[in-house]
């Protein structure tokens, strides 16, 4: 079971992170961090170039921080100390010079014109996948892939808006031939998971990671042996003490006319693509008939009927 964020994100002491995913998971881990390390998060996404200059005590100093807290920020987004971290900020902000700075935000107010409202909510869905997509473990990524690919059964918890994404996956995994079910319904889930064993795989989708309908059947599942998977925007929550594999997704930033869930089932739709995608390519053989049958099934509802004229 991964332990903690540190490692997550790090991976244990592998290379450091990409400068493009920096701004990402910032946004992901600001929530979990202190204050004062949210000021240096803050800081350093804010003004890459800026921070980039500065020395170790030159942030500390313009976050009212203290050394000690710029290193342990710097550690806790990947990188193994400030120097690696002024490094990132540095090709971040090549990046950013390089490119054109957006024309909108994701702020929309009740009297935008419906135009905006398109413009501003397309850009916060390709930044919500962009986010998704730096922050990915692709190491964490592939194992769920393995334990899919060859598990026995596949049961999927989420509730509210997760619920209809965990019910997008089962469908497609049923589409390849899996046994996948998705459970809405927290006490059909928990009698569900007590039926799992090593050979079967658990999923639970919770942005928040403390949804105590989805933790509850993951628990259960982790304790019948089941190997256990968690979606969620918050890896350091209490849904991954019973997560064997944790895939981040991208925590969005809320306004009042969209809500977490709406944004956060962009980024959990984009994980679940990845995993269907994945196990579809490590099961090819049997996949590829199954979904060509399922399409020859439903082939004639989707033709034009005749009319008999």
């Given at each position: 079971?991964?332990?903690?964020?540190?490692?997550?994100?790090?991976?244990?002491?592998?290379?450091?992170?990409?400068?493009?995913?920096?701004?990402?998971?910032?946004?992901?881990?600001?929530?979990?961090?202190?204050?004062?390390?949210?000021?240096?998060?803050?800081?350093?996404?804010?003004?890459p170039?800026?921070?980039a200059?500065?020395?170790v005590?030159?942030?500390?100093e313009?976050?009212?921080?203290?050394?000690?807290?710029?290193?342990?920020?710097?550690?806790?987004?990947?990188?193994?100390?400030?120097?690696?971290?002024?490094?990132?900020l540095?090709?971040?902000?090549?990046?950013q010079?390089?490119?054109?700075?957006?024309?909108?935000?994701?702020?929309?107010?009740?009297?935008?014109?419906?135009?905006?409202?398109?413009?501003?909510?397309?850009y916060?869905?390709?930044?919500?996948?962009?986010d998704?997509?730096?922050?990915?473990?692709?190491?964490?990524?592939?194992?769920?892939?393995?334990?899919?690919?060859?598990?026995?059964?596949?049961?999927?918890?989420?509730?509210?808006?997760?619920?209809?994404?965990?019910?997008?996956?089962?469908q497609?995994?049923?589409?390849?031939?899996?046994?996948?079910?998705?459970?809405?319904?927290?006490?059909?889930?928990?009698?569900?998971?007590?039926?799992?064993?090593?050979?079967?795989?658990?999923?639970?989708?919770?942005?928040?990671?403390?949804?105590?309908?989805?933790?509850?059947?993951?628990?259960?599942?982790?304790?019948?042996?089941?190997?256990?998977?968690?979606?969620?925007?918050?890896?350091?929550?209490?849904?991954?003490?019973?997560?064997?594999?944790?895939?981040?997704?991208?925590?969005?930033?809320?306004?009042?006319?969209?809500?977490?869930?709406?944004s956060?089932?962009t980024?959990?739709?984009?994980?679940?693509?990845?995993?269907?995608?994945?196990?579809?390519?490590?099961?090819?053989?049997?996949?590829?008939?199954?979904?060509?049958?399922?399409?020859?099934?439903?082939?004639?509802?989707?033709?034009?009927?005749?009319?008999?004229?």
């Amino acid at each position: 079971m991964t332990s903690n964020v540190k490692e997550i994100f790090a991976g244990g002491g592998s290379a450091s992170p990409a400068p493009a995913a920096l701004a990402a998971k910032v946004r992901t881990l600001a929530p979990s961090m202190t204050r004062s390390m949210q000021r240096v998060a803050e800081a350093v996404a804010g003004d890459p170039a800026g921070c980039a200059a500065l020395t170790v005590t030159g942030l500390a100093e313009l976050t009212g921080t203290s050394e000690a807290t710029v290193v342990r920020t710097a550690r806790l987004l990947g990188y193994p100390g400030y120097r690696d971290l002024r490094l990132a900020l540095a090709g971040l902000a090549a990046q950013q010079q390089s490119g054109r700075a957006p024309s909108v935000t994701a702020d929309i107010a009740v009297d935008d014109p419906i135009a905006d409202v398109v413009a501003k909510l397309a850009y916060d869905e390709q930044q919500t996948l962009a986010d998704t997509a730096a922050g990915l473990d692709t190491a964490q990524l592939g194992a769920a892939v393995t334990a899919l690919a060859a598990a026995r059964r596949i049961d999927i918890y989420g509730i509210g808006a997760s619920s209809l994404v965990g019910q997008d996956l089962a469908q497609k995994l049923l589409r390849i031939g899996l046994i996948a079910h998705a459970h809405g319904d927290p006490h059909l889930a928990i009698t569900n998971a007590v039926q799992l064993r090593t050979k079967d795989v658990a999923i639970a989708i919770t942005h928040s990671g403390s949804t105590g309908d989805v933790i509850e059947p993951l628990r259960v599942a982790f304790e019948h042996g089941a190997t256990t998977i968690a979606v969620t925007g918050r890896p350091d929550g209490p849904v991954s003490q019973y997560a064997d594999h944790i895939l981040t997704t991208s925590t969005a930033r809320e306004s009042e006319l969209r809500p977490a869930a709406m944004s956060s089932r962009t980024s959990q739709l984009l994980v679940v693509d990845c995993l269907f995608v994945g196990v579809a390519q490590r099961t090819y053989e049997s996949a590829a008939p199954a979904l060509s049958a399922s399409y020859e099934a439903l082939a004639h509802r989707h033709s034009p009927r005749s009319t008999g004229r």
